[in-house]
């Protein structure tokens, strides 16, 4: 646990099963040392014997992660300090690329910009009829550069195309499940949430060693990542820091 302002993190292991979950006061958005922290939360559960499936969600009822925190985006200075917000996204994906044990999703509502780069990087999501996704970044004068990457493993090119030339639009939690991104959809969280139950039960009856090895099979031809998410990283760390980005970060923090 730590400050609110920089959001909260815990888990909790037992039977095998480790349940992680995040928390942030705007929506569940992601301050950069949020971001670290469940970088290395990720990689450590990762190498934990006593941990063979990883369920990750985040806190309250309503939004499931809101992206980038505008008060860090707003508080970027140079293009140096904008690279490292944006790696903070870069290295949370690599680390669930690389982890070792499946990391399954739990998505109560809205997801945005990096939010939907978290869906997306998830090796199995369920959610809610509440639950909706955009990829706002091209209307603050940026994109969604290091998320792409992981929406295009798993929706394609054309589902990218659709969420990144149509950033002032929702779509539903049926829409992102027909394009791959979200696995199974209920009508509200307690049907979700006993579905997760007994499908985490089953997967734990699995071959520990079975599961680490599909997971790894699954994520085969994704090694460029290391070195483009990085990169994609840089991009976004210098748009910005434009005029337009600065203007309408404001107009909708000021909301």
């Not at 910009?113 to 955009?134: N, P, Q, R």
């Not at 499908?199 to 520990?208: A, D, E, G, Q």
């Amino acid at each position: 646990m730590t400050d609110r302002l920089q959001g909260s993190l815990y888990t909790k292991i037992d039977k095998k099963l480790a349940v992680t979950t995040f928390g942030h006061p705007n929506a569940n958005s992601f301050p950069l040392e949020l971001l670290n922290r469940l970088t290395k939360e990720i990689d450590a559960l990762s190498e934990n014997e006593e941990v063979s499936i990883i369920l990750l969600k985040s806190e309250g009822d309503r939004a499931f992660c809101a992206g980038a925190s505008f008060d860090e985006l707003l508080a970027v200075s140079n293009e140096e300090e904008g690279k490292r917000f944006f790696e903070g996204f870069a290295h949370l994906f690599l680390a669930m690329r690389r982890c070792k044990k499946l990391i399954i999703g739990r998505a109560q509502g809205k997801a945005v910009g990096g939010g939907v780069g978290l869906l997306a990087t998830l090796d199995y999501v369920f959610a809610t009829e509440t639950a909706s996704i955009k990829l706002s970044e091209l209307s603050l004068g940026i994109g969604p550069f290091v998320i792409a990457p992981a929406i295009l493993r798993k929706a394609g090119q054309a589902t990218l195309n659709e969420l990144f030339m149509a950033p002032d639009q929702w779509k539903s939690a049926y829409w992102a499940q027909q394009k791959g991104l979200i696995a199974r959809v209920f009508e509200n969280t307690k049907d979700m949430d006993e579905a997760i139950d007994l499908f985490i039960v089953t997967l734990l009856k699995s071959n520990p060693v079975a599961l680490s090895e599909m997971k790894r099979i699954t994520w085969q031809h994704t090694e460029h990542w290391e070195q483009e998410l990085i990169n994609n990283a840089a991009i976004s760390g210098k748009l910005v820091l434009s005029e337009q980005t600065r203007l309408m970060l404001e107009k909708l923090k000021n909301k």
